[in-house]
């Protein structure tokens, strides 16, 4: 079953090789979408794919890379887009 999210991710998130972890670990689990650093200092990632894979990236975003400190992960449920890769956006 397909998923598609959008997470608000609050914290020490940005410096912290935070793009970079979420962009690795969704190739590992074929998941598609973007993430990017937000001008607030949070972080927003689409996420999406098989329901399972997802829910790893998610639970993978609530730890974080080493060096970052998540205070708050707001999950949004979204329409699915067919995203065909996972892209880091810059502002």
Do not use: W
Request: aromatic fraction near 10%.
């Amino acid at each position: 079953m397909k998923k598609s999210v959008r997470l608000y991710i609050d914290g020490t998130v940005q410096g912290v090789f935070f793009r970079a972890f979420i962009k690795e670990n969704a190739e590992r689990y074929n998941v598609k979408g973007f993430v990017r650093n937000l001008e607030d200092g949070r972080i927003e990632a689409f996420l999406e794919g098989n329901s399972e894979d997802v829910n790893k990236i998610i639970e993978l975003c609530k730890k974080g890379p080493k060096h970052s400190q998540i205070k708050n992960i707001e999950i949004k449920l979204e329409r699915f887009q067919d995203f065909k890769v996972f892209k880091v956006l810059h502002i």
